[in-house]
C-alpha cells in the first residue's frame, strides 16, 4: 500500500568541479490511493449474517485507517564549483511522507559535501567527505488493517456518551482512548 520512502542524493558520489558555481535544484510532491480495496461487508449485511449484536452505527473500519489526504515532498539542492586547485561539492535533501494509512509518516534531511585541494603544484591532494542524515519514521500496525475487515461494522468509531475514540474490539477488549477523537 505505501512505497518505501528513501533518501536519494542523485549527487551522492558526484564531486565538484573547476569552473563557475552550479546549482541544481530537483522537487517533487506525491499523493497516493488505494488502487484495490478488499470487499467487506456493509452493517446491514454484517446483521443480515446474525454474526454478532447491533451498535447501532454503520462504519467502515478500512476506511477509517485510510489517509485521503497524504502527500509527500522531496527537496534536493546541490551547488558545485572551484577552480584548478580547489573544488566543492555540497548537497541538502529534504523529505516528508504521509502513508497512505492514518499512523505512517516519515522526515528525511540529509546533507553531503565534499572537497578537494590540490598544492604543491598537484603534488599534494587532499580531500574529505562529510554526509549528515536524520530519519524520523512511524509505522502502523499492518494487524489493523486484517482487523478492519473483520470487525463489526456496527461498532461506532466514538462512543456516542464519552466522545472517546474507540480502540480495540474483541481478542484485544473494547477499550476507549483518553482524548477525544
Known amino acids: 500500500?505505501?512505497?518505501?520512502?528513501?533518501?536519494?542524493?542523485?549527487g551522492a558520489n558526484q564531486a565538484g568541479k573547476a569552473g563557475r558555481v552550479i546549482l541544481n535544484?530537483?522537487?517533487?510532491?506525491?499523493?497516493d490511493v488505494v488502487a484495490r480495496r478488499p470487499e467487506v461487508l456493509s452493517s446491514q449485511e454484517f446483521l443480515a449474517k446474525e454474526r454478532d449484536q447491533d451498535f447501532?452505527?454503520?462504519?467502515?473500519?478500512?476506511?477509517?485507517?485510510?489517509?485521503?489526504?497524504n502527500f509527500?515532498?522531496?527537496?534536493?539542492?546541490a551547488a558545485s564549483g572551484g577552480n584548478e586547485n580547489s573544488q566543492f561539492r555540497i548537497s541538502g535533501n529534504y523529505r516528508t511522507k504521509q502513508g497512505i494509512d492514518i499512523a505512517t509518516d516519515r522526515r528525511e534531511y540529509?546533507?553531503?559535501?565534499?572537497?578537494?585541494?590540490?598544492?604543491?603544484?598537484?603534488?599534494?591532494?587532499?580531500?574529505?567527505?562529510?554526509?549528515?542524515?536524520?530519519?524520523?519514521?512511524?509505522y502502523t500496525n499492518y494487524a489493523a488493517f486484517k482487523q478492519a475487515v473483520?470487525?463489526?461494522?456496527?461498532?461506532?468509531?466514538?462512543?456516542?456518551i464519552t466522545l472517546l475514540c474507540i480502540t480495540h474490539w474483541r481478542g484485544m477488549i473494547l477499550t476507549t482512548r483518553y482524548r477525544i477523537c
Open 56 to 69: 447501532g452505527a454503520s462504519t467502515d473500519w478500512y476506511n477509517e485507517l485510510i489517509r485521503k489526504g
Open 72 to 77: 509527500g515532498q522531496n527537496h534536493y539542492l
Open 25 to 31: 535544484y530537483d522537487g517533487f510532491v506525491d499523493h
Open 150 to 160: 473483520r470487525l463489526n461494522p456496527t461498532i461506532p468509531v466514538m462512543d456516542p
Open 110 to 138: 540529509g546533507l553531503r559535501a565534499n572537497f578537494l585541494q590540490k598544492a604543491l603544484d598537484g603534488l599534494l591532494e587532499i580531500g574529505g567527505n562529510f554526509s549528515y542524515r536524520i530519519a524520523d519514521e512511524d
Open 1 to 10: 500500500m505505501v512505497a518505501g520512502a528513501r533518501w536519494c542524493d542523485t
